[in-house]
């Protein structure tokens, strides 16, 4: 019955010529982003998001991370990171950036993730890996970057990952593997089998 009631009054707005209230209550009622924050488990989950300044402000005003370890982007569209949503250093140990369209991932985005762990970022379309992506998130131990367009990685950067033991590269355009590090030789296999699919024969990896 209420729903009945819903379309009628649609049906009335229509009627009187008010689209553009038709067209404000469509936007309210779905493209709106929202935040949805489990504090008992410590994570938050981010949807229906674009790089649009207003869709990040409604975002950033009522998002709290104090206690937040886990932040999941889910059903969004974007094609770089939302910078503006994290200002300053969180306790954020897991970030889900997966299926949004990111093209491109640089050290400024990961800049206020000091205590990161895990970083999905499969199926997008990121083409690069820069060398200084980890700088400021020396603790990871996981990597998800299948399903990309990656056809530039910067070794270094990810040797330079101590705690690193996990790195799925599947799906991209120079490399093809996944790996599961137990010690540091099984790094250095990786780091050898990811130059030779990246670059040349010739090419020979300065640490």
């Known amino acids: 019955m209420k729903s009945l009631w819903i379309i009628f009054i649609l049906v009335f707005i229509v009627d009187i010529g008010d689209t553009k209230l038709l067209k404000g209550l469509k936007e309210k009622?779905?493209?709106?982003?929202?935040?949805?924050?489990?504090?008992?488990?410590?994570?938050?989950?981010?949807?229906?998001?674009?790089?649009?300044?207003?869709?990040?402000?409604?975002?950033?005003?009522?998002?709290?991370?104090?206690?937040?370890?886990?932040?999941?982007?889910?059903?969004?569209?974007?094609?770089?990171?939302?910078?503006?949503?994290?200002?300053?250093?969180?306790?954020?140990?897991?970030?889900?950036?997966?299926?949004?369209?990111?093209?491109?991932?640089?050290?400024?985005?990961?800049?206020?993730f000091p205590s990161l762990k895990v970083i999905i970022?499969?199926?997008?379309?990121?083409?690069?890996l820069p060398q200084e992506l980890f700088d400021k998130t020396p603790n990871i131990e996981k990597l998800d970057f299948r399903d990309n367009r990656l056809s530039e990685i910067d070794m270094g950067s990810l040797l330079a990952l101590k705690n690193l033991r996990f790195l799925d590269l599947t799906g991209n355009v120079c490399i093809d593997e996944k790996y599961d590090f137990?010690?540091?030789?099984?790094?250095?296999?990786?780091?050898?089998?990811?130059?030779?699919?990246?670059?040349?024969?010739?090419?020979?990896l300065q640490l």
């Open 29 to 112: 009622l779905i493209d709106s982003p929202f935040a949805k924050c489990n504090v008992r488990k410590s994570e938050c989950t981010i949807s229906q998001l674009t790089n649009e300044p207003r869709d990040i402000k409604k975002i950033s005003q009522k998002l709290d991370l104090k206690r937040i370890k886990t932040l999941k982007f889910t059903n969004s569209v974007l094609w770089e990171f939302p910078r503006e949503l994290i200002t300053k250093p969180s306790k954020i140990e897991n970030l889900y950036i997966n299926n949004l369209g990111l093209q491109q991932i640089i050290l400024y985005d990961l800049k206020f």
């Open 121 to 128: 970022a499969s199926e997008n379309s990121i083409e690069s």
């Open 182 to 204: 137990k010690d540091e030789k099984q790094m250095t296999k990786a780091s050898n089998t990811i130059v030779q699919s990246c670059f040349p024969d010739n090419y020979q």
